[in-house]
């Protein structure tokens, strides 16, 4: 069984910074890749970035240049840093792991969603 747990959200200004944090546990270990997405209040989700296994990321155009993925390996965690926020990135922000190997049904188990941290920016 795989958990994917993430840090709590917060409450910041326009323009500060809050990090969010993504960590997975699970048996057996299988490589995967680590997807964060956002919902805004009454949107749908949307993509905001991506750390794969290889520790190649991408960000969505909205984020590019503001927000900043990195990974401590030991921990299996993920972090989203988020600096210059504005009231737009209002959102629940979820993380989800997608296993590199997706023929293997013990690999398939890292297929897993955090459970969402609240991030309210205000202007």
């Known amino acids: 069984q795989v958990q994917v747990v993430q840090s709590p959200g917060g409450s910041v200004q326009a323009g500060g910074t809050l990090t969010l944090s993504c960590a997975a546990h699970?048996?057996?270990?299988?490589?995967?890749?680590v997807i964060w997405y956002r919902q805004p209040p009454e949107k749908e989700r949307e993509f905001v970035a991506t750390?794969?296994?290889?520790?190649?990321?991408s960000y969505a155009d909205a984020v590019k240049g503001r927000f900043t993925l990195s990974q401590d390996r030991a921990k299996n965690t993920c972090y989203l840093q988020m600096d210059s926020l504005r009231p737009e990135d209002t959102a629940t922000y979820y993380c989800?792991?997608?296993?590199?190997?997706?023929?293997?049904?013990?690999?398939?188990?890292?297929?897993?969603w955090g459970q969402g941290a609240l991030v309210t920016v205000s202007s």
């Open positions: 989800k792991t997608n296993p590199v190997v997706t023929w293997s049904a013990q690999c398939r188990i890292w297929d897993a």
């Open positions: 699970g048996s057996p270990y299988c490589a995967f890749d």
């Open positions: 750390m794969r296994d290889d520790r190649t990321t």
